[in-house]
């Protein structure tokens, strides 16, 4: 089945510290990947997006690179901020029939304190 | 930049009771779609729905749910008879073509009791 498997939160570093949240998937096909964030009180926002294998997806500072080699989408940034702190969501996109679901995982809270 | 609303924010209401829950897609937006997350689990898909019809729909979608597009702007979920386990953070979504970017409303939290 399709599946995404996320770094279980929550995640607190320091302003400027280096984040990363891992995440994989299983699907059949060649599925998109997304990585969305969720701010306190708000609701989803797309971050970054890849489409096909070894793209990279970068918003914000924020970067995952397609692996379909490895099947994981991480989520990278290099310093953090006080504002990053969000619920980030690793998602894929299944296509069929021309109608769309996306597959999420359980979500990672990030706090960044100052 | 336009936005997908819903409404309202917060919802309680008693166990066995109608809840309709609003949505106002992105204007030029033809796809919608409903998601759920019960705390603490996944973000988890409902319901696809394109020119006036289900396209895709999940286990979790039974017969107390159904869809409407009432009026051209607004895109309703209803649940007939709310359970315990209705319990979430429900999120519409919408996007231009059918393969697309799905932009997110802020949710509703129901609290059935």
């Known amino acids: 089945g399709n599946s995404v498997t996320q770094m279980e939160g929550p995640v607190t570093l320091s302003e400027e510290a280096f984040l990363t949240i891992n995440c994989t998937y299983t699907?059949?096909?060649?599925?998109?990947l997304f990585w969305y964030v969720q701010y306190p009180g708000e609701g989803l926002q797309l971050l970054l997006k890849a489409t096909k294998a070894d793209d990279k997806g970068s918003n914000k500072g924020f970067e995952a690179t397609y692996r379909k080699e490895t099947t994981s989408f991480h989520l990278e940034k290099g310093s953090v901020q006080v504002s990053d702190s969000a619920v980030y969501f690793c998602?894929?996109?299944?296509?069929?029939?021309?109608?769309?679901?996306?597959?999420f995982g359980k979500g990672t809270k990030l706090t960044v304190n100052p | 930049e336009p936005e997908v609303t819903q409404t309202p924010s917060h919802q309680v209401t008693q166990m066995g009771q109608e809840v309709i829950l609003r949505c106002v897609p992105i204007s030029n937006h033809l796809y919608f779609y409903w998601y759920r997350q019960i705390l603490g689990q996944k973000v988890e898909f409902l319901v696809s729905f394109y020119n006036n019809e289900i396209s895709e729909k999940s286990e979790i979608f039974d017969d107390q749910f159904s869809v409407e597009r009432p009026d051209g702007s607004n895109f309703t979920l209803k649940i007939r008879s709310t359970k315990l386990e209705d319990s979430a953070m429900y999120f519409c979504a919408s996007t231009q073509g059918g393969i697309g970017t799905q932009y997110f409303g802020p949710g509703t939290r129901l609290l059935v009791l």
């Open positions: 998602a894929l996109r299944i296509t069929q029939g021309g109608s769309e679901k996306l597959v």
């Open positions: 699907a059949t096909g060649y599925p998109s």
